[in-house]
T-cell receptor, first 115, second 117 residues
C-alpha cells in the first residue's frame, strides 16, 4: 500500500519569500512517481510538478522545484519568490508502478501568502 | 483545447435518492479516474478506466456506487440510495497512458459538489 504524509496543515509566508512544503511517502514499489497539485478556492486541481523515482535530478518547473531525497522518502515542494496567487491548498500525491495508475494523495497543506 | 468537464457542478439530493454525475475527459485521453474529496481532505481514489474497461474499482465505498464508460470517452458515476456520508466533491481526471517516456499527469475537472440532505 502507498501512503503520503503532509505534516503541515497550514503555513503563512510573506510575499516574495521562498517556502518549502513537506511531503514524505511510503511504498513497496521500486518504480513510482511523485506529483504536486495546487487546489485554489475554486476547487480545481492544477498539476505543478512531477518527479520519477529513477530521475537522478530534482525536477524544476519555473518557480517550483521538488527536493527529492529518495533514501529519506521525502519529496518536498519549494516555491521561490512567492506571490499572492500562490495562496491555495497544496497536495502531494504518488502514482505506483506502471499499470497502477491511480494517485494516492496526502491531506494537503493550506498556504497563505501575506502581502 | 478543452479541459475535463463535469456536470452538474452542484447537486443536492435527498437521502435515498439516486444521482448520476457526468465526466467529459480530454479528447484522446485513454485513462479516466474518479476521486472523492471530503471537506478538508485530499482526494481519495474511487475507480479507474482505460478506454471502456474498468481496470480498478477497489476504491468504491459500497455497492451503491457504480461507474461506467461504455464508449471509452464520457463516464458516469452513479450513486444509488444516497446517504449523508456520500456528501463530498467528486473529481474526475483523465490522462494519457503512462509509457516509458511519459509519466501520466492527470488533468482534473472542476468537480461536482454533492450534498445529501
Amino acid at each position: 500500500a502507498q501512503k503520503i504524509t503532509q505534516t503541515q496543515p497550514g503555513m503563512f509566508v510573506q510575499e516574495k519569500e521562498a517556502v518549502t512544503l513537506d511531503c514524505t511517502y511510503d511504498t513497496s514499489d521500486q518504480s513510482y512517481g511523485l506529483f504536486w497539485y495546487k487546489q485554489p478556492s475554486s476547487g480545481e486541481m492544477i498539476f505543478l510538478i512531477y518527479q520519477g523515482s529513477y530521475d537522478e535530478q530534482n525536477a524544476t518547473e519555473g518557480r517550483y522545484s521538488l527536493n527529492f531525497q529518495k533514501a529519506r522518502k521525502s519529496a518536498n515542494l519549494v516555491i521561490s519568490a512567492s506571490q499572492l496567487g500562490d495562496s491555495a491548498m497544496y497536495f502531494c500525491a504518488m502514482r505506483g508502478h506502471f499499470g497502477n495508475e491511480k494517485l494516492t494523495f496526502g491531506t494537503g497543506t493550506r498556504l497563505t501568502i501575506i502581502p | 483545447g478543452a479541459g475535463v468537464s463535469q456536470s452538474p457542478r452542484y447537486k443536492v439530493a435527498k437521502r435515498g435518492q439516486d444521482v448520476a454525475l457526468r465526466c467529459d475527459p480530454i479528447s484522446g485521453h485513454v485513462s479516466l479516474f474518479w476521486y472523492q474529496q471530503a471537506l478538508g481532505q485530499g482526494p481519495e481514489f474511487l475507480t479507474y478506466f482505460q478506454n471502456e474497461a474498468q481496470l480498478d474499482k477497489s476504491g468504491l465505498p459500497s455497492d451503491r456506487f457504480f461507474a461506467e464508460r461504455p464508449e471509452g470517452s464520457v463516464s458516469t458515476l452513479k450513486i444509488q440510495r444516497t446517504q449523508q456520508e456520500d456528501s463530498a466533491v467528486y473529481l474526475c481526471a483523465s490522462s494519457l497512458v503512462v509509457t516509458s517516456g511519459g509519466f501520466g499527469e492527470q488533468y482534473f475537472g472542476p468537480g461536482t459538489r454533492l450534498t445529501v440532505t
